[in-house]
Each structure stands twice: as C-alpha cells, then as structure tokens.
C-alpha cells in the first residue's frame, strides 16, 4: 500500500500532539537524549541505504552537481524565509495561536528530504521505512511543539499525509512509462543518494554538523538524468 507510510506519518504526529498536550513540562535531559538516539538511528538508516549503490560515481555526481544547483538557487534560505514570513504573519494575527501551532509544525514536518524520499521509496518500492522513521521523529518533535505552541500542531497531519501521499501515488505511476531496467538503476542510485542525505540530516540532529540538507535536494533530479543517460548512451 503506497499511502502507508503517509498514513502512519499523520497518525504519529496526532498521537505526539494529543500526549504533548498532556505533559506541561519535558525534561531536557529526557528531550536531549531522545533525540540523540534518534539521530543514530536516521544516520544508521541513511548508510544502510547508501551502501545500495552499484554506481557510486552517479550518486558522487549527483551529489556535486546538485549541491551547486542547490546552493546557487538556495533552497535552503529560500524555505526559511517564507517560513519566517508565514510564522510573523500567522503571530501578529488575532487568535493566532492555533494557526502559529499548524504553520509552523507543517514546516517542519514537510521541508525537508525525508518527506520526498520516503515518498518515493514508499511509491516505487513499497518501502516505508524512511517515512516510519520520520514519523517516529515527527511524533516526538509534535510532542514537543505541542508543549509550547498548542493544539494547532495536530492539525498539521492533514498537508503532512496529503503531500507525501501525492508524491507516493505519483510514483506508483512511473513504472507504466519507464523501462524496468531503467527504473531499477535509478532505484538503487536514488535511494543511495538519498541515503547520503539521511545521514546528514541524522549528523544533524546529533548536533555533529549543519548541513543545508534542503540545498541537496536538486541531486535527486540529476540521478534520473545521469541514470537514463547512462542506459541511453552504455
């Protein structure tokens, strides 16, 4: 089932909401350790994937050509802008708060590799397990907002399973108008190149690094290319 994945996604992220609302104070030490075991298992996942590869130099490619790509059109400070204008423009609002909460946690919870990967994975695979992890980050990050920012968070479910829904079914569609050679390669060195960012995002949360992830999208793109030229052309 290609919505799986996005299903639990949302169901976690109401379930994290409904107990964060019960809990009017977390720790640091519980928050701080939680989330450093969270951040080994995504960077764990993310190698699991990144061994896949049969063609490294696609994902090295990839990799490169996109972090140009990303960089030059800045992605990354582009999606914080409009979150900054969203978040400002939501706060000065009258009865802000609900709508704060839900802007907010559907920012977070959308922008973001995991969400497009696990998507994909989930539609051309029926591999769910990046969007499970995510939701397990998504339901403990809801708890959290939960705490501070209200009931609002909950409703973030709704684009959360609408738009990694529509990116799974998209891709259920794919195999109809692609070789099956072609997809598999493209198969193996996305869910490599994607694995490679899933590390970072986990680098991330251990506190290790800061990548701009969201800078490294565009190799997604350039892996199709670089794939179907090379099924074309060797």
Not at 161 to 186: C, H, N, R
């Amino acid at each position: 089932m290609a919505l799986l994945g996005a299903i639990v996604n949302g169901l976690c992220i109401i379930g994290g909401t409904l107990i964060g609302r019960f809990l009017s104070r977390i720790p640091d030490r519980i928050k701080e350790t939680v989330m450093m075991g969270i951040g080994l298992s995504v960077t764990i996942l993310g190698i699991q994937m990144g061994l896949k590869s049969e063609q490294f130099l696609i994902v090295i490619f990839s990799l490169v050509i996109g972090a140009v790509i990303g960089e030059w059109l800045d992605i990354d400070k582009a999606l914080n802008k409009v979150g900054n204008w969203l978040e400002e423009k939501v706060g000065t609002s009258e009865g802000g708060g609900v709508a704060k909460g839900f802007v907010t946690a559907t920012l977070i919870f959308v922008i973001g590799a995991m969400a497009i990967i696990g998507a994909l994975d989930s539609g051309i695979r029926g591999n769910h397990s990046v969007l499970y992890t995510k939701s397990i980050i998504d339901g403990f990050t809801s708890l959290i907002l939960a705490t501070t920012l209200g009931i609002g968070v909950l409703f973030s479910f709704i684009p959360v399973v609408l738009y990694e829904g529509s990116i799974a079914l998209f891709a259920t569609q794919i195999e109809k108008w692609i070789p099956a050679q072609l997809m598999d390669s493209f198969i193996l060195e996305m869910t490599a190149t994607g694995g490679l960012m899933i590390v970072a995002i986990g680098l991330n949360l251990l506190g290790i690094t800061a990548i701009r992830v969201a800078n490294l999208l565009p190799a997604i793109l350039v892996v199709a290319i670089l794939t179907a030229l090379l099924y074309r052309f060797l």
